[in-house]
C-alpha cells in the first residue's frame, strides 16, 4: 500500500511538472495507443491498431508539421492495467492523446488520469453511453450503444415485425441497447413479448433460444459481443428458430465483419444494423479494406474503422491548432468536426463530444465467393439517445 501511495504521489508531482511544460516544446507528438493485444480481447486490440496504422500509411506520419509517433500498450483488457499504463504513457512518455480503449471499464478506469492532466482521451471500441460523462476529456469515434439499435427497432415495424424478443449480453453495453431497442419499438408501436438476458461469461444460448422460440414472436432482436457471435448463430440455427418463423435482428457485432466468413451458411439473410461494413461503397473505403489487407492480411471490421477515425480526428485537431499540443485546445478543436470516413460521413457533437453517424440497414449475403453485410436501407445522423441533448 504505501508503494503503491508513493507511486501515485510521485505521479501526480510528476503530473504537475509536465503540464507545466510549454505545448509547443515537444516537436514529435506522441499518441499513447492503449489495447487489449493480449487475452480474451486481443482481435479488437488487432483490429483497432491496423485501422491506425492504415491512416498512417495512407495519409502520412506527420500533422501541422510534426512528426506523429504511435506508442502502443497492451492492457490485457484489464482495467487496473488500463489506468497505470495510461498513467505511465502521461508521466514518462509525454504523450499528447491517449487512444483505444476496447471495453467500458478499460475507458472508465482512465477518467480520472485525463480529469488531472487534461489531455484527451479517443475512445476507438468502447459504447457504453454512461463513459462520456466521467471526462470533459473524452471523445469517441466508435460509437454509442443504442445508436445501432434504435434504427433496427424502426425498421422492424416498418416491415410489419411488430412483435419482438430481445435477447442480449447481460452487461453495460447490452442493458444499453436493450433500452435503446425498446424504447424505440414502443414508441413505433411495436410490442415488446419478453426481454432476455444471457451471462457474459461462458455463454450458452440453447435454453434462452428455446424462451425465444415458446414466445413465439415475429421476430428476436440480438446483441451479442462480436467474439461470441458465431455460437450464437450456430445455435440459433440448432434450435430451429428460423424453420419456426422468428426472423432474427441485431446490431452489427453479431455479423461482425472480421468473424462473418467463419459463422457460414447460417449468417446469410440476417438482417443488422450497424454504422460499419467493409462492404461499403465509397472510395474512402475502397483504399482502407485494401490497406488493411495488403499489410495485415485481414478483412477490417467496426473495431478498425474507430481507429482510423481516432486518427483522422487526431490530425484534425493538431491542424486546427497549428500543432499546439495543449489538451484543452485539442479537445476544443475536436468538437464539431465533421468529415467523410471509410464508414460515410460523421462528426464529433460538439455538446457531448460523442459520435454522430449513419446507420445502415444491411443484410448478410455472399458477394464474390464471402460473405458481406450488404447495406440496402440508411437512417442518417443518429445519436445516442442516451447522450444526445
Not at 508539421?65 to 488500463?82: H, M
Not at 441485431?250 to 468473424?259: E, K, R, S
Not at 449513419?358 to 437512417?379: A, H, P, S
Request: aromatic share 6%; net charge negative.
Amino acid at each position: 500500500m504505501l508503494k503503491r501511495r508513493s507511486f501515485m504521489a510521485a505521479a501526480g508531482v510528476a503530473l504537475g511538472c509536465l503540464m507545466a511544460l510549454p505545448a509547443q516544446a515537444q516537436e514529435a507528438v506522441k499518441i499513447g495507443l492503449v489495447l487489449p493485444m493480449t487475452g480474451p480481447f486481443a482481435s479488437t486490440g488487432r483490429q483497432v491498431e491496423a485501422g491506425v496504422r492504415a491512416y498512417m500509411a495512407l495519409n502520412g506520419d506527420e500533422a501541422a508539421g510534426k512528426k506523429i509517433e504511435i506508442v502502443l500498450r497492451d492492457d490485457a483488457g484489464t482495467a487496473d492495467q488500463t489506468r497505470r499504463i495510461a498513467q505511465e504513457l502521461v508521466v514518462n512518455e509525454g504523450v499528447s492523446i491517449l487512444m483505444g480503449f476496447g471495453l467500458t471499464p478499460l475507458a472508465m478506469s482512465v477518467a480520472p488520469v485525463l480529469n488531472q492532466a487534461k489531455i484527451p482521451a479517443i475512445i476507438t471500441s468502447a459504447t457504453t453511453s454512461a463513459i462520456m460523462p466521467q471526462s470533459e476529456y473524452f471523445v469517441r469515434t466508435s460509437m454509442g450503444g443504442p445508436q445501432s439499435a434504435v434504427p433496427v427497432a424502426t425498421w422492424a415495424v416498418e416491415n410489419d415485425l411488430k412483435r419482438v424478443v430481445t435477447l442480449v449480453t447481460d452487461y453495460g453495453p447490452g442493458h444499453d441497447i436493450e433500452k435503446g431497442f425498446v424504447d424505440q419499438f414502443k414508441k413505433d408501436g411495436g410490442e415488446i413479448v419478453e426481454s432476455v438476458r444471457v451471462p457474459l461469461q461462458n455463454p450458452d444460448f440453447a435454453p434462452f433460444l428455446q424462451r425465444v422460440r415458446d414466445a413465439k414472436p415475429d421476430a428476436v432482436f440480438v446483441f451479442v459481443p462480436s467474439g461470441v457471435g458465431s455460437l450464437f448463430m450456430k445455435q440459433f440455427v440448432e434450435r430451429g428458430l428460423a424453420d419456426a418463423g422468428i426472423k432474427l435482428i441485431a446490431t452489427g457485432d453479431v455479423t461482425d465483419d472480421d468473424l462473418l466468413n467463419g459463422i457460414g451458411d447460417a449468417a446469410k439473410g440476417v438482417i443488422t444494423g450497424h454504422f460499419y461494413s467493409a462492404n461499403h461503397d465509397s472510395p474512402e473505403n475502397k483504399a482502407f479494406v485494401e490497406q488493411v489487407r495488403k499489410t495485415n492480411n485481414m478483412r477490417p471490421n467496426f473495431m478498425s474503422v474507430g481507429g482510423y477515425d481516432a486518427m483522422h480526428l487526431a490530425y484534425a485537431a493538431l491542424e486546427k491548432t497549428g500543432g499546439d499540443t495543449d489538451g484543452t485546445k485539442l479537445i476544443e478543436a475536436m468538437k464539431g468536426m465533421e468529415w467523410t470516413s471509410p464508414r460515410g460521413p460523421i462528426m464529433i457533437d460538439p455538446e457531448t463530444r460523442d459520435i454522430v453517424q449513419d446507420i445502415y440497414i444491411r443484410e448478410v449475403k455472399e458477394v464474390d465467393g464471402e460473405l458481406y453485410n450488404v447495406e440496402f436501407t440508411k437512417y442518417e445522423k443518429i445519436r445516442d439517445p442516451n447522450t444526445a441533448k
